[in-house]
């Protein structure tokens, strides 16, 4: 199995910045893309930045130019950095990673348990 760990959630003021990290452990023997998502109350889970593990990225439109994802292959974790916040991205962040546990596995979705972030204005 991989367990994924979340940190770096909390409540900053718009305008403010945070780093999230997440690091991914257990029986791993590749992963792939490693992506972050969020889910606001009420609202659908929703894509917020994509890596490759050849370090290619996807954005959200809402959020280009102001979060960089950036992933640590030897460490098997992912961050993103989050600058110029503003409320509606108050959301739970999940980090999700593709991965492969045996050369000759499936490769299968694996999930973080989410950290808050809340922006105030």
């Known amino acids: 199995q991989v367990q994924l760990v979340e940190s770096g959630g909390g409540l900053v003021q718009a305008g403010g910045s945070l780093r999230l990290s997440c690091a991914a452990s257990?029986?791993?023997?590749?992963?792939?893309?490693m992506t972050w998502y969020r889910q606001a109350p009420g609202k659908q889970r929703e894509l917020v930045a994509a890596i490759t593990s050849g370090s290619n990225t996807n954005y959200a439109e809402s959020v280009k130019g102001r979060f960089t994802i950036s992933r640590d292959n030897a460490k098997n974790t992912v961050y993103l950095q989050m600058s110029s916040l503003k409320p509606e991205d108050t959301a739970v962040y999940y980090c999700n990673a593709e991965a492969k546990l045996r050369s000759f596995s499936p490769t299968r979705n694996y999930w973080g348990q989410g950290t808050q972030v809340t922006v105030s204005s």
């Open positions: 257990g029986s791993i023997f590749r992963i792939n893309a």
